[in-house]
């Protein structure tokens, strides 16, 4: 069964530097989402893309964070400068059209020191 | 705007026992409703959608959920819980089917299932 992929698992990085999260969502799917998770808080949406544009993203989603598909079939966030507050759990989801269910990844652990 | 809220952030059941795990939605749309599981270190795992078809829903591992419009819930329930049952389950609302709708997650139930 076809399933959204994401590395890496864990990431350790220091405050100021730059990460990329990397996802694959499922083949035929066309919408693409990133959700994170603060440790012991609720999964909260940062950002919906479609059409190579974002459709949609929370008052989270500032100017350090940006996404991107550089191909066929890569899905990355990458925030420009990590904060401590931005450790959390990331997830990637995606969804085919017509459809409103989202298909989750195992997650990316960020941790920033 | 919409919102999930999850009456209950722990909930233990002995094995073999009904399991139920209460949501209420707020929506100011047509909704379409889901619970994800989500057990220790792994991903989020869809568990069953309501889509403005049936209104009870079955999904996997035995777990039904009833949309009551009257009463703006969709609570989960399974007949007899199993110790594989143990972990969080988020109730997750959506606005719409179509299009690039996010989903706003309830803060979580945690199920744990004892001998």
């Known amino acids: 069964e076809p399933e959204v992929t994401q590395t890496p698992s864990h990431q350790v990085t220091q405050m100021g530097q730059e990460v990329i999260l990397r996802c694959v969502p499922i083949s035929n799917h066309l919408y693409f989402y990133w959700y994170r998770q603060i440790l012991g808080q609720k999964v909260e949406f940062l950002v919906s893309f479609y059409n190579n544009e974002i459709s949609e993203k929370s008052e989270i989603f500032d100017d350090q964070f940006s996404v991107e598909r550089p191909d066929g079939s890569n899905f990355t966030l990458k925030i420009r400068s990590t904060k401590l507050e931005d450790s959390a759990m990331y997830f990637c989801a995606s969804k085919v059209s017509g459809v409103s269910e989202q298909y989750f990844g195992p997650g990316t652990r960020l941790t920033v020191t | 705007a919409q919102s999930v809220t999850q009456l209950d952030s722990h909930v233990s059941v002995s094995e073999g026992t009904p399991v139920l795990l209460r949501c209420n939605y707020s929506?100011?749309?047509?909704?379409?409703l889901f619970w994800y599981v989500q057990h220790p270190n792994k991903g989020l795992q869809l568990l069953l959608k309501y889509t403005s078809a049936a209104t009870l829903v079955k999904g996997i591992n035995g777990f039904e959920a009833e949309f009551k419009k009257s009463e703006t819930s969709f609570h989960l329930t399974k007949p007899s819980a199993h110790m594989s049952d143990a972990a969080e389950y988020f109730c997750v609302v959506s606005r719409d089917t179509g299009t690039a709708s996010k989903l706003t997650f309830g803060t979580g139930t945690r199920l744990q299932v004892t001998l």
């Open positions: 929506s100011s749309y047509s909704p379409s």
